[in-house]
């Protein structure tokens, strides 16, 4: 079975643009999550999406936007990129009933320079 | 505000040794307690996890220890090997739902 797939894995990205990340979730999973890892401030969570709606979000600025399509697939994007924004963006699936396991994908690395 | 607090940062232990992480939360709504392992270039896997109707669970080499009045909870790993050498998070989660708290991490180093 096929793990979580993130596209791009790496990026660079000049400040005052926009990116687009992507994220397709294990077979059958219908949660699919979003976290930022950063050397200085970790893991975070940016927000969650079930069935196509948002059901939980991170403090992060609303330059963080995300959306799922409705076979489960998600896009996160980041509007007027800053120097900060530089990180490991992953992100997560799970079957989202319950209390089930959260599995992760390998993360796309963005670079804002 | 880190809800999640971990100790320590960085660990080096010899091959066969029993690294301890410990980890301490806030929140008391927080009812789901997982360990993930990260390796350089992967994303974070899920090791072992608890709740706090459970004082300890082993799985394997692996085990956690739950303390719900103190607050706190650690990760023992037994008999280390080199390959156990990772980053280690620790997270909580309220109601075992997908918004996980992460605490800041511990490099695990295992040497031969």
């Known amino acids: 079975k096929a793990g979580v797939t993130q596209t791009p894995r790496y990026l660079i990205k000049t400040r005052g643009q926009q990116v687009t990340l992507s994220c397709s979730p294990i077979s059958g999973h219908r949660s699919v999550s979003w976290y930022q890892q950063t050397p200085g401030q970790g893991l975070q969570f940016l927000f969650e999406?079930?069935?196509?709606?948002?059901?939980n979000k991170g403090n992060f600025p609303g330059r963080f936007s995300g959306r799922q399509f409705s076979n489960s697939r998600s896009e996160m994007n980041v509007s007027t990129l800053e120097l900060g924004d530089s990180a490991l963006y992953l992100c997560?699936?799970?079957?989202?009933?319950?209390?089930?396991?959260?599995?992760f994908g390998e993360g796309s690395w963005l670079t804002v320079v | 505000q880190q809800q999640v607090k971990q100790s320590p940062q960085s660990l080096i232990v010899q091959k066969g040794g029993i690294p301890i992480i410990n980890c301490a939360y806030e929140n008391t709504a927080f009812d789901y307690f997982p360990w993930y392992q990260q390796f350089p270039g992967k994303g974070p896997a899920l090791l072992i996890a608890?709740?706090?109707?459970?004082s300890e669970k082993k799985e394997g080499r692996f085990t956690i220890s739950f303390n719900k009045s103190a607050k706190q909870f650690s990760l023992h790993i037994m008999d280390s090997q080199p390959g156990d050498s990772a980053t280690y998070f620790c997270?909580?989660?309220?109601?075992?739902?997908?918004?996980?708290?992460f605490g800041g991490g511990t490099r695990l180093m295992v040497k031969p």
């Open positions: 997270a909580a989660s309220i109601n075992a739902g997908n918004m996980l708290t």
């Open positions: 608890i709740r706090p109707d459970v």
């Open positions: 997560a699936s799970s079957l989202g009933t319950g209390r089930n396991t959260i599995y």
């Open positions: 999406y079930f069935s196509e709606t948002q059901r």
